[in-house]
């Protein structure tokens, strides 16, 4: 966990359920202490959550808090690109394809050498599963929020309440947005922002848009890539970058300490496309609760319940 952000010195898997997004809900008159600061909450929803900006905001918000936003969902008039977005219509069952299958890169922006992965996921798929397919590929462990940025419009949980007060942006339902009803044709992007506080903003490119096989099952399927995620609560970009320096240099005066914090060990070139697969074929069609994510990125990195 990170407040203010500093890195805490509590090793990075020393709460298993509070790292890997598992909900518990806190009872009355629960202090949840950040920076020194004792807040008491009715009830706390623990998704990971940051002190530096990066918070829900209670379980009651159910997204669309502001009328604009209300407004636009109900009226079902939003644009993308110069298209209707449509009414979410009826998913299919895992063993029926009629979509069209996206091939997707997802760079993590403003690290070199690049650290990236090439998904192949169905066009109907919601932004929710995507959100689902990005955590298991990359290798994060859901532990903040997170948000897609595309055409100037943004899309999450609703259950975040990102946009609870009348000056918050519009944010639209993940759950209920396809990928095909945001990019239509290849070359276009948009971004994957997850854990507010460490910013790590994800590039999506549509590399291609394939014709619906119906030979194909409904699960994500990464095509390639290269190199690990930075560990989580590393301090975004910077503290990457400097976290990589300290485990280089083994007479650095951080680096007992550091790999204490990762746990021993941390690989930054490690990428296993036949580990991410298996893992990405437990993921549930057409959503996937936290649960249920929790239980799949647990199994991934072998982490006890």
């Not at 669309?64 to 209707?84: D, F, I, K, R, T």
Request: glycine share 10%.
């Amino acid at each position: 966990m990170e407040c203010g952000g500093k890195r805490s010195a509590t090793p990075l898997w020393s709460a298993a359920a509070l790292h890997y997004g598992v909900r518990w809900q806190a009872k009355r008159d629960t202090a949840v202490e950040c920076g020194g600061i004792a807040a008491a909450l009715d009830e706390v929803v623990l998704m990971g959550m940051d002190c530096g900006g990066d918070s829900a905001k209670g379980p009651e918000a159910t997204g669309g808090g502001s009328a604009a936003c209300q407004s636009a969902a109900a009226g079902g008039a939003l644009h993308m690109g110069g298209h209707p977005m449509s009414a979410p219509k009826k998913r299919l069952s895992p063993s029926a394809t009629s979509a069209p299958l996206y091939h997707l890169k997802v760079s993590l922006e403003g690290i070199e050498p690049l650290i990236w992965r090439r998904l192949q996921v169905p066009g109907d798929a919601n932004l929710g599963w995507l959100h689902a397919v990005i955590q298991v590929a990359m290798g994060w462990t859901n532990s903040h929020l997170h948000q897609f940025n595309a055409g100037k419009r943004l899309y999450s949980d609703p259950s975040f309440g990102l946009d609870e007060f009348e000056d918050d942006p519009c944010v639209l339902d993940e759950n209920k947005t396809a990928v095909l009803d945001i990019v239509r044709r290849a070359k276009s992007a948009f971004v994957y922002e997850y854990d507010f506080g460490d910013s790590w903003e994800h590039r999506i490119t549509v590399e291609r848009i394939l014709e619906p096989d119906p030979a194909a099952v409904r699960f994500a399927q990464c095509l390639d890539g290269e190199r690990a995620c930075p560990p989580e609560d590393c301090g975004g970009v910077w503290g990457y970058e400097n976290l990589l320096k300290i485990i280089r240099k083994p007479k650095h005066k951080e680096y007992e300490s550091m790999m204490e914090w990762l746990g021993g060990k941390f690989n930054p070139e490690a990428f296993d496309r036949d580990k991410i697969n298996k893992y990405l074929r437990k993921l549930k069609w057409a959503r996937t609760t936290v649960s249920q994510l929790a239980g799949v990125l647990m199994q991934r990195d072998r982490i006890k319940r």
